[in-house]
């Protein structure tokens, strides 16, 4: 038998009900013009995800409830919709799947396995559910999961295939981080093969904060093998025909659906290509600049441009996510900086086109030294008066920010922050960190990359060869107080994203004394680091809500 199925990969807003639920109707009408028997959408389509403590609301729960209510009579009658919602109340809530159909409830579904993981912290709001649901739509059974259910061993999908399902239709919001989608494909051929039956994920696009959300929704065959799959980082309808052997079993408790009875034209089946890894990363850039700056209702963003590598990246994809019209760089020179980088940080605004200033900040930095020479004393200058000229632009930008409206995006990488090299209330200062996850050896990677796709350069070649320096002192290089980024890259990738103890990055070829001084360092710094804007999640491991250590903390991970 052949069922044609709408994969709906939408991007909602966490707490925009009417919008969202706007989407899932015109999605949905969509669906049933190009002849699907059913839709699918994402984990909490009505809500957006994760709604974190707005589950704790019993008003807000209340409103979802009625919100679900409200969209019934705007869906087609003969279409099966299938999306997802929290159910209940704090204390007895459900990560619920619900089916939908002839403008009534007719299945609904509570996820049965909670992470409590990384970015996952589901125990603290929902109960698990403990039962199947099995819809039979024209004669084929359909069993439903949410996400995690089919990212474990056994659960409701091999629950519902033993009672006749031939397809799983599965519920997703699983945030990106690179090599995600090879990860996730191996996990839903193994769970196709466990179960002996079809797949479809549907699966969130979209940025939420610090999360970044690929889409990448398939459909697979009970062997295994992707038939369709939807573009990563865009919205998309994904239609494809599945053929599918008929219920057997009659023993099992299934709603049973009526199908559409009608002549359809076949359908093709869409498979997107694949994206190679730095375009991956970069698309996931955008779309986290781009919602971020959009869901909360900026217009405009300020970067403040140095002439080095990282404010050139900050800006060039500021420009590609948002427009070349609403981005504004603006350069804060002081004595310390070079014609070099200042005519850089020049060339980089007037390659994408962007308003450019340039503020100089000298004479402000001297009259803040003025004013603190009394207490200063005969003090040597040290790194209180470097500091203080990123603070000086700090508040620059920050004034910019306050009386135009602009958001300011910070310009820190990882290897920075887990080095703890920079200032707080200077370069950290702004509402957003677009690379905030990167470290300094794929900054570099992503430019190179973006220049060769432009068809002309956008960022110089002299910030891509010149050694990288905070340009605070008379011939100042960040090697002059951080390892080489390659080795600095290699511990934060061992300790931080793999959870690797010294002995391990030892053998993988770091000295010792280098990396035990930049394990403990990383660990001190946690204190700067939560002072520090979100950012968008690009590795396994993110600091903030990946990896949340304590600021007052005597443990030596070192052992010493």
């Known amino acids: 038998m052949l069922l044609r199925l709408a994969l709906a990969q939408i991007n909602p ?7 969202n639920a706007a989407r899932i109707v015109d999605f949905s009408a969509r669906a049933r013009a190009a002849g699907a028997d059913l839709v699918l959408f994402p984990e ?67 996820k049965w ?62 945030p990106f981080h690179a090599g995600k989608g090879k990860e996730r494909v191996a996990v839903l051929t193994n769970k196709a093969r466990e179960c002996g039956a079809a797949i479809a994920y549907g699966n969130l696009v979209g940025g939420q904060d610090e999360l970044v959300y690929d889409g990448s929704s398939l459909v697979m065959n009970a062997k295994g093998r992707v038939v369709a799959q939807a573009p990563a980082f865009d919205e998309h309808l994904l239609i494809t025909d599945l053929p599918l ?45 781009r919602d971020y700056v959009r869901k909360n209702g900026f217009g405009r963003v300020l970067v403040g441009l140095s002439g080095g590598i990282d404010s050139a990246l900050v800006a060039v994809i500021a420009a590609d996510a948002l427009g070349k019209e609403n981005v504004v760089g603006v350069t804060l020179p002081s004595r310390f900086n070079s014609d070099e980088t200042r005519n ?68 820190g990488n990882k290897s920075e922050l887990s080095a703890g090299y920079f200032t707080l209330y200077g370069d950290s200062a702004g509402g957003f960190a677009v690379i905030k996850d990167l470290p300094k050896t794929l900054v570099y990677r992503l430019a190179r990359w973006r ?7 956008l960022i110089p070649e002299t910030t891509l060869t010149r050694p990288p320096t905070a340009e605070l002192r008379p011939n100042q290089r960040d090697q002059d107080s951080l390892p080489p980024y390659e080795v600095l890259d290699t511990i934060v990738h ?54 949340r250590m304590p600021i007052t903390n005597k443990f030596k991970a070192t052992g010493e």
């Not at 200033?357 to 003025?370: A, G, M, N, Y």
């Not at 040597?380 to 700090?394: H, I, K, M, T, Y």
């Not at 001190?524 to 396994?540: L, N």
């Open 13 to 19: 807003t966490v707490g925009d009900l009417a919008g």
């Open 44 to 110: 909490m389509s009505l809500t957006g995800y994760p709604p974190e403590d707005l589950l704790l609301e019993p008003i807000f729960l209340e409103e979802c409830e009625k919100a679900l209510h409200q969209l019934l009579p705007r869906l087609p009658k003969d279409l099966l919709v299938v999306l997802g919602l929290p159910e209940g109340r704090p204390g007895a809530l459900f990560n619920a799947a619900v089916a939908l159909h002839g403008g009534r409830i007719r299945v609904r579904f509570h």
């Open 113 to 174: 396995f909670l992470p409590n993981y990384g970015v996952f912290d589901e125990q603290r709001y929902f109960l698990p559910g403990q039962e199947p649901a099995l819809l039979d739509l024209g004669g084929v059974r359909i069993g439903l999961t949410v996400c995690e259910d089919v990212w474990r061993p056994e659960g409701p999908a091999l629950a519902a295939s033993k009672a006749g399902a031939s397809l799983i239709l599965n519920l997703s919001a699983s």
């Open 245 to 289: 052997e008929p219920v057997s079993l009659q023993n099992a408790k299934a709603v049973k659906i009526p199908r559409r009875s009608e002549d359809r034209a076949p359908n093709t089946s869409f498979l997107a290509p694949p994206l190679d890894p730095e375009e991956e990363i970069y698309s996931a850039l955008i779309v986290g600049t």
């Open 344 to 411: 850089d940080a020049e060339a980089v605004a007037r390659n994408l086109g962007i308003e450019f200033h340039t503020l100089p900040i000298e004479e402000t930095v001297q009259s803040f030294r003025k004013t603190l020479a009394p207490l200063f004393g005969d003090r040597a200058p040290d790194v209180a008066e470097e500091n203080l000229q990123s603070r000086v632009r700090g508040t620059l930008l920050m004034a910019l920010s306050n009386k135009l409206g602009w958001l300011v995006l910070t310009t």
């Open 451 to 457: 220049n060769a796709r432009g068809g002309r350069p």
């Open 494 to 547: 061992r300790y931080v994203e793999e959870n690797q103890g010294l002995e391990r990055i030892v053998k993988a070829g770091v000295p010792r004394q280098v990396a035990a001084k930049w394990i403990r360092t990383i660990d001190a710094m946690e204190y700067k680091r939560r002072q520090t804007p979100p950012g968008i999640k690009i590795t396994p491991r993110a600091f903030g809500r990946d990896r």
